[in-house]
């Protein structure tokens, strides 16, 4: 049996499988941080992971973002094989790790070519890809699309079909979108309605992604409360995401949309990686967990060794 997410130690999160890493996360009741990062480009601290700096601020999930399981890097990782990238990483953080995946069509990506979020093969969502993933170690995958890559609703439905079948028992599915990922059609309300979520968890998702509240245009605490309830009706867990570079707004904001999260009733929370790029403002990652959860279980989560 699982215990909270809220109290498992390192050396028990480790022995975890898909099954009880979703059984923690339900028992934590609306009190899982987690923490996006980007490992292609420099670590805030140079010397140390982001991924690293985001854990030491009371992350419980550490997603990472621009993540090539074909050729993986993260910037002050020690150097290992490319298949125990993620293996390292989570020896050094004693974190549940979840990666980014893209169901991109190549005619909707042209916007990023040249800039740092150009896509790669690594990136796609594809079960090659997912396969690679689950080899390395990682807990979950969530389906979404990076800014200006042309990632639909009805992409990331046929992407979780497949992938699916190929890895659902192992890994954790989640799906769904921060802001329009270059859709226009698909912006404000219209990024996912109740028929995208049915869509998600009969195609095979554990967790549904929304935008928090106050981060994109028109998403109020109402709508996504609706959501949620909605997505619990139906079984899945919800994960509300500021992905709009809100991550590195005020400390006033950030409680207040962490607050607004909470009140939707929303599994776990998500911040950003372009506080700074690379991650969300570290003093951000802790105001949130603090106002969802208390300085108890935000401090617990700070001390506690990797080594227990």
């Known amino acids: 049996m699982a215990k909270r997410m809220l109290d498992v130690t390192a050396s028990e999160l480790k022995n975890y499988k898909r099954k009880e890493l979703l059984e923690s996360i339900v028992k934590s009741e609306g009190r899982v941080m987690a923490a996006e990062c980007i490992g292609l480009i420099m670590p805030i601290l140079s010397d140390v992971t982001n991924a690293e700096f985001a854990a030491a601020m009371g992350a419980d999930i550490v997603l990472l973002n621009m993540f090539d399981v074909k050729k993986p890097v993260i910037q002050a990782l020690p150097e290992v094989e490319a298949i125990d990238t993620v293996r390292e990483l989570k020896r050094l953080t004693g974190r549940v790790i979840g990666i980014n995946l893209e169901p991109v069509e190549e005619t909707d990506t042209l916007e990023n070519q040249g800039t740092m979020w150009e896509m790669s093969e690594g990136r796609k969502a594809t079960v090659e890809n997912a396969s690679i993933a689950r080899d390395m170690g990682v807990d979950m995958i969530l389906l979404t699309g990076n800014p200006g890559n042309g990632v639909s609703n009805k992409a990331i439905t046929d992407s979780l079909k497949a992938l699916k079948k190929a890895v659902g ?58 959501l949620v309830s909605f997505a619990h009706s139906m079984g899945a867990l919800t994960i509300t995401s500021i ?38 403002i570290p003093e951000n990652i802790q105001a949130y967990s603090v106002a969802i959860r208390g300085v108890r279980h935000t401090y617990h989560r700070m001390a506690s060794s990797i080594n227990r």
Do not use: W
Request: net charge negative; proline share 4%.
């Open 243 to 280: 992905g709009t570079s809100q991550e590195g707004a005020d400390l006033q904001t950030i409680r207040q949309i962490a607050l607004m999260c909470k009140m939707t009733g929303t599994d776990i929370h998500h911040i950003g990686d372009t506080g700074y790029p690379g991650m969300a």
């Open 169 to 226: 028992e192992d890994v954790i599915l989640a799906a769904g979108k921060m802001h329009a990922s270059g859709i226009i059609t698909e912006a404000a309300e219209n990024i996912i309605t109740e028929k995208d979520i049915k869509s998600f968890i009969q195609a095979g998702a554990d967790i549904i992604l929304l935008p928090a509240p106050g981060t994109v245009p028109g998403i109020t605490m109402e709508y996504v409360k609706k």
